[in-house]
């Protein structure tokens, strides 16, 4: 049972450009949803969240749009830079549990 | 900084065999998980524990799989006879408070291959 889904799978994007990742999900339990960003033998490490009673929230050039209606959420990173190269999980929690989507491997050229 | 660290990084184990993957989340933590990922692709739950008890599990984590916070500082996660398709990155996190409040702080990982 995927509980949240995440597309695109891989994502290569010029250095400056616009990396756009989207997520859905189901279950209404969800109120948090954060994104987490994974380098090679690392462990996830938090970049953004957000809650349900917003629609957008940027962090530098990090940004998450959310729909409630929808289920949906996305993550846009602005000026898309070779260091942001790494594996993007979205992530939908409730009071219990945190659940990953599918992950998105974004390669950013020079 | 304060860091949850895991061990062992890699253990490698006989089908059948018992695996006990170790972790020591961040001093001041209450909440308590384990994920895994295969090769690299998505990032599984298994279990959170809050207050000495599971507090949900996946479908994933059926009775071979067992958590045990033997001490105030140790989080364990026990498979008891260990498949082929057990061979994973396991991965233990912690957070101050419950997973749809903030921040959940993941070790590095450990590394189980099962031959």
């Known amino acids: 049972q995927q509980q949240v889904k995440q597309s695109p799978q891989s994502l290569i994007v010029q250095k400056g450009g616009i990396s756009i990742i989207n997520c859905a999900y189901e279950n209404t339990a969800f109120d948090y949803f954060p994104w987490y960003q994974q380098f090679p033998g690392k462990g996830p490490a938090l970049l953004i969240a957000?809650?349900?009673?917003?629609s957008e929230k940027k962090e530098g050039r990090f940004t998450i749009s959310f729909n409630k209606s929808a289920k949906q959420f996305s993550l846009h990173i602005m000026d898309s830079q070779p260091g942001d190269s790494a594996t993007y999980f979205c992530a939908a929690s409730s009071r219990n549990d945190m659940r990953f989507g599918a992950g998105t491997r974004l390669t950013v050229k020079p | 900084e304060p860091e949850v660290t895991q061990t062992p990084s890699h253990q490698v184990t006989q089908m059948g065999q018992e695996v006990i993957l170790r972790c020591v989340p961040i001093?001041?933590?209450?909440?308590f998980y384990w994920y895994r990922q295969i090769l690299g692709q998505k990032v599984e739950f298994l279990v959170s524990f809050y207050n000495n008890e599971i507090s949900e599990k996946s479908e994933i984590f059926d009775d071979q799989f067992s958590v045990e916070r033997p001490d105030g500082s140790n989080f364990t996660l026990k498979i008891r006879s260990t498949k082929l398709e057990d061979s994973a990155m396991y991965f233990c996190?912690?957070?101050?408070?419950?997973?749809?409040?903030?921040?959940?702080?993941f070790g590095e990982g450990s590394r189980l291959t099962v031959l």
């Open positions: 001093s001041n933590h209450l909440y």
């Open positions: 957000i809650r349900p009673d917003v």
């Open positions: 996190a912690s957070s101050v408070e419950s997973p749809n409040t903030g921040e959940l702080f």
